[in-house]
């Protein structure tokens, strides 16, 4: 299966490089990063029970096998191959994710094991191994690499598990904290690389950007998948289309009645009508109607009823009656001489 990101065939350059080794030495590389028929990379106890040996001299032949490959006149053969390779890593960034690097050339298996093994052996080439802040990537220049990590920390340390960003947004701020970093490096397809680099960051089903770990972004659940129909919606809705929007958008089955009833319990939602619900970050006060006249009352100070009804509008689709009817309740509400209403003592 040729591929279209090299000219070069790597099964036939691996092949080449490991032709000058001892049989022991090139069966243990070939077990170890998969080139044979057989695709699984083994562990070294896996290969150590094959020899009858130990897992630390498997390491060590494994470690005489590449540096004998780096000292060998083959390879000094495939410099081109290697200088192809690099050339490819500069163009996807110069510091890439693992699996998106192998992927980008092949999505055959075989082909991957055997670019992956002229990364571990090529001596340009440096891999980041995986941590708790960033997965495995590689690269051809470590300063490069430092500032691109640094700025990844910095963009996660200003978001907040509530941030939501699309992916334009998410871009921009990641761009302003890059110093010294190539023009050639900053276009779109490269900085969306980098931030795949971050485990701290993520995007959630519908493409936005946020904290890896927050339920906006690790969608879990109905409830998660329903804040984002919401937010994507951008203004109350029903809870039947929420429901029928799941389905849709994120290919999830969802029945109405539980839709509902998962809305009812998360406090993100605010029923704000007859069945339509907003987000409570878009500032709609949680509660009933006459939850609301008091939220407005005690925030503005005696009102008459008409402008009452007015401020309690923007945040319910309920009918004015409902408001009035409410309003008139002496048990919550008193008015004064001049018609203004005040929460009861």
Do not use: C
Request: aromatic share 8%; charged share 30%; hydrophobic share 35%.
């Amino acid at each position: 299966m040729a591929t279209a990101q090299i000219s070069f065939k790597p099964k036939q350059v691996v092949k080449r490089l490991l032709s000058s080794l001892p049989d022991r030495a090139r069966d243990v590389l070939i077990h170890r990063y998969g080139l044979g028929k057989d695709t699984k990379r083994m562990t070294l106890d896996a290969i150590g029970k094959i020899y009858n040996i130990t897992r630390e001299r498997v390491r060590q032949i494994e470690n005489y096998g590449l540096s004998m490959v780096r000292k060998s006149e083959e390879y000094r053969q495939e410099k081109a191959a290697f200088a192809e390779i690099e050339n490819l890593l500069h163009s996807l960034g110069g510091i890439v994710v693992e699996d998106d690097f192998l992927g980008h050339v092949s999505k055959d298996k075989s082909l991957q094991n055997n670019v992956f093994f002229l990364l571990v052996v090529g001596e340009p080439f440096r891999k980041r191994k995986e941590d708790d802040e960033f997965r495995h990537r590689w690269h051809v220049n470590e300063d490069l690499a430092r500032k691109v990590e640094e700025a990844l920390r910095k963009l996660y340390t200003n978001l907040s598990n509530d941030d939501l960003l699309p992916e334009s947004e998410m871009i921009g701020r990641f761009l302003t904290h890059l110093e010294d970093v190539s023009e050639r490096y900053k276009n779109q397809e490269v900085v969306k690389r980098w931030l795949a680099i971050s485990k701290a960051i993520d995007r959630n089903p519908l493409g936005d950007w946020g904290v890896a770990r927050s339920p906006n972004v690790r969608t879990k659940g109905m409830r998660d998948y329903a804040f984002l129909v919401i937010r994507k919606h951008g203004s109350p809705i029903h809870f039947r289309e929420v429901a029928k929007q799941i389905e849709t958008m994120f290919k999830k089955k969802a029945h109405v009645a539980t839709t509902h009833n998962e809305l009812i319990k998360d406090p993100r939602f605010v029923l704000v009508g007859r069945g339509l619900y907003a987000l409570a970050e878009w500032g709609y006060a949680p509660g009933v109607v006459r939850d609301v006249i008091r939220s407005v009352l005690e925030k503005n100070g005696p009102l008459t009823k008409e402008e009452v009804v007015d401020k309690v509008l923007k945040e319910r689709y309920v009918k004015e009656n409902t408001i009035v009817v409410n309003l008139q309740n002496p048990k919550y509400f008193r008015h004064d001489k001049d018609g203004r209403y005040a929460p009861a003592a």
